[in-house]
């Protein structure tokens, strides 16, 4: 709780979630409760995010809890798709779905992309001023 200290208020409001990592923890929350309500069907629910935080957060809760009435699956849009083809190998949509991991400059895996721990796969074929002229103009 915040204090009439300003310390205190400097202090506490700087260590809160973020907006993000609040909304994360309610979504977490939506399909555990989900998890817990349709336990006796067939239905299995799956949050899907390409927060990868948000995907750690839900693996680390789940296995913290290892609740009785099961668990919900977390994993990326990628992931999902590539799991819908495997079961139906008609389906061809994993090239329609975003990538956001592509070229990592290094072998090493990290929890947070960053522009600068990805390297350019192709030139690009114009600059970005030359990009903006030509939008500018129409």
């Known amino acids: 709780q915040l204090t009439s200290n300003t310390t205190d208020k400097t202090t506490n409001a700087s260590s809160s979630p973020s907006i993000n990592d609040e909304n994360d923890l309610r979504i977490r929350q939506v399909c555990e409760f989900y998890t817990k309500s349709l336990k006796n069907t067939d239905v299995q629910v799956v949050l899907l995010t390409d927060d990868v935080g948000c995907r750690n957060k839900a693996l680390e809760e789940q296995s913290k809890k ?39 400059s290094s072998s090493t895996t990290t929890t947070s992309t960053t522009r600068s721990s990805f390297k350019r796969v192709f030139p690009p074929h114009l600059s970005s001023s030359e990009l903006l002229l030509g939008v500018k103009s129409g």
């Open 66 to 104: 290892k609740s009785k009435s099961g668990m919900y699956k977390a994993c990326s849009v990628r992931e999902y798709v590539r799991t819908l083809e495997e079961e139906d190998s008609s389906l061809s949509l994993l090239d329609v779905v975003a990538q956001f991991t592509v070229a990592p």
